[in-house]
Each structure stands twice: as C-alpha cells, then as structure tokens.
C-alpha cells in the first residue's frame, strides 16, 4: 500500500531546494544514464566537471560505443572504478549494435545492458518514461533508515528486501521522477551522513529516528571486511627520450589503464631485496648501466578492499635490453595522452621533470 503524504512533502521541500544540475534538464536516458554512473562514487562537484568534459566529446550513446577503449579511459581519468568507464562502452555498443542507437524503454531492458543495476535502471525508467520503480542509493537508504527506524543492515540480504519495501510504499506512482529526485536530493543536502539539520528537515515529524534522540545511529552497516595491502614497485625507466609502459589487462585493479613496469613482492621491500626478485633481474636484462634514484616511497593509496604501499624508482638505462623490448615503448613525451590510476597520476604531477 502507497502512503503519498511522505512524497508530497518531499516534493515540496526539492521544488524550493533543488539544486539545478545540467541532467536535470533532460530526460534523455543516454544523458541521465551518464550522469548517475559519474555520481556512483563521485561527489556533484567534482563529477560535474567529468560529466560537461565526457557529454562534450561523446554527446550521443553511438559516439561513445564508436571511440576506442583507452580514449574512453582517458575521459575517465582520475574519477576511480574504472570497470564503470569499460561497462559504459561496452553499454554503448549494445545499444548501438542491438538497438540500433535508441535506448530500451522498459524497466528489465536497460537493466539488461553491462554494469546497469537496479538503482541505476530504475533511476533511467523513471527520470526519463516516468515508470514506477524507487531508486534506491545510499543517500535514499540513509534516509528510510532513519525516517523508519530500520536497524536492519542496509548492506545485508535482509535490509535490502526491507528497504525495497519501504520504498515502494512510499513511491508516488503518478509522478515517480520527481519523488525519486526529491527523496535523493534529500539524502544529499538534508538528511546528510553527519551532523544533519534536523530542525530543518521537512519530515522531522515523522521520523523515528529524531523521536529516539537516535539520528546518528542510522544506517546500520555490517562489518567492513579487512583490506589487503599490497606491495609495489613502480619502475619509471627512461632510455634517451623514451620511456617504457604497460596496459593492466589481467582482472584485477585497474584494468585497462597504463602503468610503469612493475614488481609486486609479498611484503615490504627495499631495494637490495628486489634486486634478488626475477621479475626484476629480467625487467633490466642487458640493459647495461644503470642510475636508480628512489623518487617516492612507501606511498599508500587506499582503495575499496585493499591499501596499495608503492614505491616508485627513476632508472636511467645505457641500452634498451631484452626485458625492456615486451613493453610499450613511448616518447616521454607523451605521456599525458594515456590513461594512468590516480596513484601514478599523482606521481606525474608531483615529478614532472622526470
């Protein structure tokens, strides 16, 4: 059963407080499909600048599934989870090959397409064809968490089918585009993570939450599993104008992106320890002199479930030996035109003579 008072209010409270963002100006599923992949795990002010800079060079879906998969990456840069930039192009060329450029309409079409889940396609069908389908992203589930009381884990089998719930009670029907935008701008500007305004909050007299004293007590999470480290060896090798890179294929971090050879070990290590390490005797095979200077260490990046300990060597080589000859071999140059993990954009910006 629908409970409409909770979405009039909340529509209310958005037509005074929205925010104007350029997708809330269309209701092209390519531009709002666009826009909700930047926002997964990108704050409005920095994913704006993405998302103008992206819809700039790739302005319709069959322009993207046209491009190469590293310029894609490049456009991609910086903004993290990169497997959201190759399930976008892989998206693209589905609907372009399959569909023949015009986006699927129902509910269980766009969540057919790669790396479009449920909040993601509910978000397209009701933005843009006004179908019945609740959103249900973190600033929606912080929200119902607290209006309602729930202690249920937000991120367990349970909690979800429960949140499901409430938020299909609470979905206006007649206008589901405008409630989803209004309980998620809710989330994003009111019923914030910390410290929020409740006294300013247009629901505060039906939320449980703020009748427990409890508001900060909400969402329950389950336990964060542990983060592994890993431990690795940036090699920036320059052999006259040229330097060496490798494309990340394997499934793992990064893929697709670029990188300087690189030497993983177990543990911590310094250099005297890798010199004993194969992958390094064969990295620098006949490539005669060397000069290593250490130019960062122990940088640690911190990523979903696992901390990255990186240290990054400057080698100048006498020869381009027999280890280096596997690797992509550019002018240094160029190096702004390929797409690098922000761990190793961070040591461009910060070493640029190198």
């Not at 909770?6 to 809330?24: F, Q, T």
């Not at 322009?63 to 998206?91: C, F, I, M, T």
């Not at 007299?205 to 964060?224: D, H, I, L, R, T």
């Not at 002199?289 to 640690?300: A, D, K, M």
């Amino acid at each position: 059963m629908n409970d409409n008072s909770y979405s009039k209010i909340l529509v209310s409270w958005y037509e005074k407080h929205r925010r104007d963002l350029p997708w809330r100006h269309s209701s092209d599923p390519y531009v709002i499909w666009i826009s909700e992949v930047i926002l997964q795990q990108t704050r409005v002010a920095q994913g704006l600048a993405y998302f103008n800079r992206f819809m700039a060079r790739f302005p319709n879906v069959c322009l993207l599934a046209q491009a190469s998969e590293d310029e894609v990456l490049k456009y991609w840069e910086g903004l993290g989870y990169y497997s959201r930039a190759r399930n976008l192009h892989e998206a693209a060329r589905t609907v372009c090959e399959k569909h023949g450029g015009v986006f699927p309409r129902t509910y269980a079409g766009v969540r057919a397409l790669k790396g479009i889940g449920d909040y993601t396609a509910a978000a397209i069908v009701s933005f843009s064809y006004g179908l019945p389908y609740p959103v249900l992203d973190g600033n929606v589930f912080r929200v119902l968490s607290r209006l309602f009381a729930v202690a249920t884990p937000i991120d367990s089998t349970e909690g979800k089918k429960t949140f499901r719930r409430l938020a299909e009670m609470l979905l206006d029907e007649s206008n589901p585009g405008l409630h989803n935008q209004a309980i998620m701008e809710l989330g994003a500007l009111q019923c914030v993570p910390r410290q929020p305004d409740c006294p300013q909050c247009p629901l505060i007299y039906k939320c449980m939450a703020y009748a427990e004293g409890a508001v900060s007590a909400y969402p329950v999470k389950q336990a964060k599993a542990k983060s592994r480290p890993r431990y690795f060896h940036f090699f920036h090798i320059l052999w006259g104008e040229y330097t060496y890179l490798q494309r990340r294929e394997a499934k793992d971090i990064w893929q697709g992106l670029y990188q300087f050879p690189l030497v993983e070990t177990d543990g911590p290590a310094d250099f005297t320890d890798l010199q004993q390490a194969e992958d390094f005797r064969c990295l620098f095979q006949r490539c005669g002199r060397l000069e290593i200077s250490v130019r960062r260490q122990n940088v640690r990046h911190v990523l979903s479930h696992q901390v990255i300990y990186a240290t990054f060597y400057s080698v100048r080589v006498e020869q381009e030996g027999e280890g280096l000859r596997s690797y992509l071999r550019v002018p240094a140059a160029d190096l702004p035109g390929y797409a690098f993990p922000r761990l190793l954009q961070n040591y461009l910006q910060e070493c640029p003579d190198e």
